[in-house]
């Protein structure tokens, strides 16, 4: 279990223990009921209080109880009740699913060069004619940074139809274009109670991560960005002109379920076009697809003709830890850019060895310092295991005083963090990290001088320490390397497919920047990480999911400015179908460990903004493949018909896991070959208006045999559909587990390709 995971345990474990010692047996559960089939809110919330009530005994222990009544998109509503009351909510006729209010977590320039260049396509040109706005569902932003200047931007779209209620020091403009926050900001629901009520309400960012995601993906240009002069280039988002609505439903303690749904049902109403959230579950507390607020809600955001882009978590590098798989959310990976943060170490014998590492190291070249094996310099009481990992008391301050300290990671429950704080309260001068795994994400030490090494640097390291009677060393301060090689890359923590929930669909889609991406900051959060004579930065280097989402979600918006009439599914075909699956060295991608990227690690690759202007062809996914995937997935008619609001909607009798590999998706995904299976695939001719003629190629590997037919595809014109079908069969030299590979359709101009993963069994 990560830390991540682990924190999140306590938080939960803490909100229950709190309810049961203000003498309550009572939490916040949600009240899911499927589409919203009433334009009359008012009536809708006296139905949801009439409902409370049914249960609690009166309107107004209903109405006290009631934390939101949700409305727009979907109708339901949280609120305060016990195990027993839930219960008998449940059995209502309606309700789809009622569950605990959930805590989820946060997925916590250059970037938009690199994958510009990445793509080897020269910028086409195109009018935007489209007005796009980026629904932020996030921890707010801060309004005062230079990313959310206005200048140049046209008045707000008529279209419009949201507020800026976000509190009296948030001010909005024609970029952010609407700001509002919730109740409970991601803090504990002991907090549903009238003094938590009645605290001031503010969209403005305390954390940080809002602000940085919101810039990345629609911050506007501003010259000259750094981060204490590292990464000096212009900032900008994927669309810089786009609008930002803002809507606050966390806090540095996660982000409470219910008000994931209140943000998603007003951006719905309010007209947003786009929505990028990076938070969700932690990967070993997923929640099904009608009991994860952000499944639900993002579901009736399609229904609506709204993109939803999700980051896939940072629970990596093992499998099944993706999160946000419902097929109707966009799931991005991470990885990184051509940008390297350097900061080497260098021995007493004059060798030098590549850190990574974001420091302002005082160290000179010139003078060095005592080095010591973290193993060799263990506090009484402390075992040589526990100090070689750096665990937080386990060195002797006497014998690591004014030294540089190598510390190893084999226990992961430690955080690099901790260890730093380890060294530093044992008085060592620096500290070197040896970690395979986390070698590709240069970590933020502030002033401290910290780096990490690769294990076999690492082991060069310790025998020099062996061998000398006084070893010595320096670190020297981080230096940022241009078109650096090989890249991009996938990193240790961006978290893997397949999903958990089916093996027929595959995820994540695609990936995206998302390693030391330089964006907005808040100034006043970073006190720790200011170098000595500086002023707080107003830009920082963050890594994560988190950070990868919004690349999609600019690029998505640029898209839809382009192409205003196209679908949300067209555009997620379009980044999926274009995607590059090699990196700027020609080869094919990689993870950190330099082991071929399969598409459980990037999806169909990464994103090309440039490549998706002009697909050539999508894939165009339907409301009722989505509701037949939940058919599939063995959910009841029943509880399908009030999520689609189609009472007479009904499941085929045929419905069964495997089915969902026919869904009209631009990937491809059978979850158990014996021995053959046929897949059909429906592609729209967006390309030529006179015609065009697509040839099919196949890359499979050894022992599975692809047959596309027909192999050719004539379309007459725009608009123009053909069905296609693929014959998997695995072979007498098959082995048993996944092949990857993918299907290629070109005609000259456009390459629409499609990856596949086949658990053969």
């Not at 020269?122 to 629904?135: K, L, M, N, V």
């Not at 060895?353 to 005082?362: R, Y």
């Amino acid at each position: 279990m990560t830390i991540n995971n682990l924190l999140l345990v306590i938080t939960l474990l803490v909100t229950l223990l709190g309810c049961r010692i203000n003498g309550e047996d009572k939490q916040v559960y949600i009240v899911y009921m499927g589409s919203s089939r009433d334009s009359d809110r008012d009536f809708i919330v006296s139905s949801h209080v009439e409902l409370l009530s049914s249960v609690l005994g009166s309107d107004e222990d209903a109405q006290l109880s009631l934390v939101y009544s949700y409305s727009h998109a979907f109708t339901g509503f949280s609120a305060v009740m016990s195990k027993d009351q839930a219960t008998a909510i449940s059995e209502k006729a309606g309700v789809v699913s009622v569950f605990p209010d959930p805590v989820l977590q946060l997925h916590t320039t250059r970037s938009w060069d690199f994958l510009q260049s990445e793509s080897g396509l020269a910028e086409p040109s195109y009018t935007a004619t489209g007005d796009t706005i980026i629904g932020m569902i996030d921890t707010g932003v801060w309004p005062d940074s230079p990313s959310f200047n206005d200048a140049g931007i046209g008045p707000v779209p008529s279209r419009w139809k949201g507020a800026c209620t976000a509190g009296q020091d948030f001010k909005c403009n024609r970029k952010i274009i609407g700001a509002r926050s919730y109740k409970g900001n991601g803090g504990s629901r002991a907090g549903t109670d009238k003094t938590r009520r009645e605290q001031p309400l503010s969209a403005r960012d305390s954390q940080g991560h809002g602000t940085h995601t919101a810039s990345t993906a629609a911050g506007s240009v501003v010259a000259e960005a750094d981060y204490y002069g590292l990464a000096k280039g212009s900032a900008r988002g994927g669309f810089p002109t786009a609008r930002i609505a803002v809507y606050k439903v966390c806090s540095d303690q996660g982000c409470l379920g219910s008000d994931i749904l209140a943000g998603l049902d007003d951006a719905v109403k309010d007209g947003v076009d786009i929505i990028s959230m990076s938070l969700g579950t932690a990967s070993v507390f997923q929640l099904d697809f009608l009991t994860d607020p952000i499944s639900i809600g993002s579901f009736h955001a399609a229904q609506n003709g709204i993109l939803v882009v999700c980051s896939a978590g940072n629970d990596g590098p093992d499998a099944n830890t993706v999160v946000n798989t419902a097929p109707w959310i966009f799931t991005i990976a991470a990885t990184t850019i051509d940008r390297d943060f350097e900061s080497d170490i260098i021995l007493g014998n004059g060798k030098t060895f590549k850190g990574e590492a974001i420091n302002f190291s005082n160290l000179s070249r010139t003078e060095m310092y005592p080095l010591a094996n973290a193993g060799d310099i263990a506090s009484n009481g402390s075992s040589i295991d526990d100090a070689s990992n750096c665990y937080p008391g386990s060195l002797d301050p006497e014998k690591a005083r004014g030294k540089i300290v190598v510390c190893s990671s084999g226990d992961t429950s430690i955080s690099r963090r901790m260890r730093k704080a380890t060294v530093q309260g044992a008085e060592g001068r620096g500290m070197v990290l040896v970690d395979d795994m986390g070698k590709s994400v240069s970590s933020n030490y502030g002033s401290f001088p910290l780096t990490t090494v690769s294990d076999q640097d690492g082991s060069e390291i310790f025998s020099y320490i062996k061998s000398q009677r006084a070893p010595v060393a320096t670190i020297l301060r981080t230096v940022a390397v241009p078109n650096y090689k090989p890249a991009p890359v996938v990193p240790y923590f961006s978290s893997r497919g397949p999903g958990v929930f089916t093996e027929s669909l595959l995820k994540p889609d695609i990936s995206a920047p998302g390693v030391n991406i330089l964006a907005a900051w808040i100034p006043a959060n970073q006190s720790s990480d200011i170098p000595a004579g500086e002023k707080p930065s107003y830009y920082q280097l963050v890594s994560g999911t988190s950070m990868a989402a919004p690349h999609v979600s600019g690029t998505a918006a640029l898209l839809k400015a382009v192409n205003p009439t196209w679908s949300a599914a067209a555009i997620r075909s379009a980044l999926v179908t274009t995607a590059t699956s090699r990196n700027n060295a020609g080869n094919p991608m990689t993870n950190d460990s330099n082991i071929w990227a399969s598409p459980f690690d990037i999806g169909a690759g990464e994103v090309s903004p440039v490549g998706a202007l002009n697909p050539g062809l999508i894939y165009d996914t339907t409301m009722d493949d989505y509701l037949l995937f939940l058919c599939n997935l063995g959910f009841k008619a029943s509880q399908i018909a009030s999520v689609s609001g189609n009472q007479a909607f009904n499941c085929s009798p045929e419905a069964r896991e495997e089915m969902i590999s026919d869904m009209n998706y631009p990937t491809i995904a059978i979850s158990g070959l014996k021995s053959s299976r046929s897949i059909k695939r429906t592609v729209t001719n967006i390309g030529s208006a006179s015609g065009s003629v697509y040839k099919v190629t196949v890359d499979s590997p050894q022992g599975l045999d692809v047959k596309v037919s027909p192999s050719q595809l004539a379309f007459s014109g725009t608009s123009d559909k053909i069905t296609y079908s693929v014959m998997f069969t695995a072979s007498g030299k098959a082995n048993k587990g996944y092949a990857f590979g993918s299907i290629t359709w070109a005609d000259g101009t456009h390459n629409v390709r499609t990856p596949f993963a086949v658990n053969i069994s």
